[in-house]
């Protein structure tokens, strides 16, 4: 679960990223953050990973106080979290299996552990054959695949994804998002933030707009696909 108890966030150039949200993920739960530059999307996604402080307000993830939390505790909570980034963020040296297996490394998993959970990640992502190619040998998507096979192989409790569709081929981006939903209904809570309004329309679910640092729609509504 994420809450977010009258948070605000002010840079120290002065600008008031968010102004007293009040937002709360359910375990399970599938929501687009959308939002135009400087909306303050960005700012909610830090929040959550603790790489910045609210200036005023409370934010809880995944069973964290983030304003109690030992510095000793942040890399524990990063754990409950995969994040997708749009720049996919491959290692350009590593086999797929090993950008997957780095992250597995890390924390310091078993190797069994290791060579099980790669594998079954590359096939809940359909790439289980490009086990042995490197980043640049394969498509946009094929690499956004394996940035999301990435971010859930250590079977985390919120997958965050932040533009994951960006820097792919459109007709592509529905099957990430599908890739995306078939995760959730696994149980997995995803954030999805995104400029691209009309997979909003498509899919539908859970939408949350913000607009100059507030939350101005919250609302669960209809995709187009649902008619077909």
Do not use: W
């Amino acid at each position: 679960m994420v809450e977010f108890k009258d948070v605000s966030v002010t840079y120290s150039s002065g600008v008031d990223a968010l102004n007293k949200i009040n937002l709360k993920i359910n375990d399970g739960d599938f929501a687009f953050v959308v939002g135009s530059n400087g909306a303050g999307k960005s700012t909610l996604i830090k929040l959550i990973l603790k790489e910045i402080d609210a200036t005023e307000g409370t934010v809880i993830a995944n069973g964290y106080n983030l304003k109690k939390i030992r510095r000793s505790k942040i890399s524990k909570l990063r754990r409950t979290i995969g994040v997708v980034f749009q720049d996919f963020r491959l290692i350009p040296t590593m086999t797929v299996y090993e950008n997957i297996a780095f992250v597995l490394r890390v924390i310091d998993a078993p190797k069994k552990y290791i060579k099980t959970r790669v594998p079954y990640a590359l096939e809940l992502v359909g790439l289980s054959d490009k086990m042995k190619a490197y980043p640049d040998q394969l498509s946009g998507g094929e690499q956004q695949r394996v940035a999301l096979a990435r971010a859930l192989v250590n079977d985390p409790k919120l997958i965050i994804a932040d533009e994951p569709t960006g820097n792919i081929d459109p007709e592509l981006s529905y099957d990430i998002v599908e890739l995306l939903k078939c995760i959730n209904e696994c149980g997995t809570t995803i954030l999805m933030v995104t400029h691209e309004h009309n997979l909003v329309r498509y899919f539908g679910g859970r939408v949350i707009n913000l607009d100059g640092g507030k939350i101005v729609f919250d609302e669960v509504v209809g995709g187009s696909n649902e008619s077909k």
